[in-house]
T-cell receptor
């Protein structure tokens, strides 16, 4: 199992540009989460999907942020247009379906460090 | 949304000593899950220990143990025989029962430094 795979690991972009972050969850996991980590605000839940459907996007900061999950093995987080205050580490995580005997855990990718200049 | 509070932004401990990290949470649910995650400088988030609220026995994983006080909504992490590799950010997290969704809610973290 390769774990949760995020790309790119690092992204530097100019203000106003579109940024797309990508995530491949662990096969068989049905929940996917996007988090943003900053020194000031810690780990913020931006959005989460269950069975490819967005369930809670209340953490998405503005309309400039959008997320999609077209299938069970791929998700994107897009920022358009990007601003310097969007600079942060963005994590994708996935978890398996709940059930008897299932150990609940969020498995995280390595994160994407985004810098908007 | 549930809230998770970690009131210690930074802590330090001498190598081989014991340290306790605090976490409190707020929920009206009776069945839920609690977690401690470790984030070393590599940035990778690693599960340290989990606790199911319906289990009265405190979870233990080698040098890591928790003190789960359900009535007080407290979930502290004790690290025994601290090692240099324990230097990391530690996050407390909460997940509610299935009918409330599958979100993991995280605290703001405690930065732990183990001093040689």
């Amino acid at each position: 199992d390769a774990g949760v795979i995020q790309s790119p690991r690092h992204e530097v972009t100019e203000m106003g540009q579109e940024v797309t972050l990508r995530c491949k969850p662990i096969s068989g996991h049905n929940s996917l989460f996007w988090y943003r980590q900053t020194m000031m605000r810690g780990l913020e839940l931006l959005i989460y999907f269950n069975n490819n459907v967005p369930i809670d996007d209340s953490g998405m900061p503005e309309d400039r942020f959008s997320a999609k999950m077209p299938n069970a093995s791929f998700s994107t987080l897009k920022i358009q247009p990007s601003e310097p205050r969007d600079s942060a580490v963005y994590f994708c995580a996935s978890s398996r379906p709940r059930g008897t005997g299932v150990l609940i855990e969020a498995f995280f990718g390595q994160g994407t460090r985004l810098t908007v200049v | 949304a549930q809230t998770v509070t970690q009131s210690q932004p930074e802590m330090s401990v001498q190598e081989a000593e014991t340290v306790t990290l605090s976490c409190t949470y707020d929920t009206s649910e009776s069945n839920y899950y609690l977690f401690w995650y470790k984030q070393p400088p590599s940035r990778q988030m690693i599960l340290v220990i989990r606790q199911e609220a319906y289990k009265q026995q405190n979870a233990t994983e080698n040098r890591f143990s928790v003190n789960f006080q359900k009535a007080a909504k407290s979930f502290s992490l004790k690290i025994s025989d601290s090692q240099l590799g324990d230097t990391a950010m530690y996050f407390c997290a909460f997940m509610g029962p299935a009918n409330t969704g599958n979100q993991f809610y995280f605290g703001t973290g405690t930065s732990l430094t183990v001093i040689p």
